[in-house]
């Protein structure tokens, strides 16, 4: 089992950035693949980004794609999702997520999670 511990949320403007962290302890931490999803209040959780347990792929939902950046420093046990360009609709409970090895875009692929972190975007 992996514990999973996000930080980095707040509230920015629309147009400002954050960079999220994931910090895991556990047993081999660097054979799990990472995810981030978010859930907004109402709304169904949903897939924002992923990385591989050596960081070789990722993946990113079609509405994060060339703002958001997934990364992983191993050594550090940590992932990161560097935000930029945020928009008020990135507003959301954001929750990190592990898997073993390999990305995967849903939910249900995932069996450690994290307790969330909030991120809110003003217009």
């Not at 992983?72 to 954001?94: G, I």
């Amino acid at each position: 089992q992996v514990q999973l511990v996000e930080s980095g949320g707040g509230a920015v403007q629309a147009g400002g950035s954050l960079r999220l962290s994931c910090a895991a302890s556990g047993r081999t931490f660097s054979m799990y693949a990472r995810g981030w999803f978010r859930q907004a209040p109402g709304k169904e959780r949903e897939f924002v980004a992923a990385i591989s347990w050596n960081g070789d792929s990722t993946l990113y939902a079609d509405s994060v794609k060339g703002r958001f950046t997934i990364s992983r420093d191993n050594a550090k046990n940590t992932v990161y999702l560097q935000m930029n360009s945020l928009k008020p609709e990135d507003t959301a409970n954001y929750y990190c997520a592990a898997r073993w090895r390999t990305v995967g875009g849903k939910a249900s692929e995932y069996h450690d999670w994290g307790q969330g972190t909030q991120v809110t975007v003003s217009s």
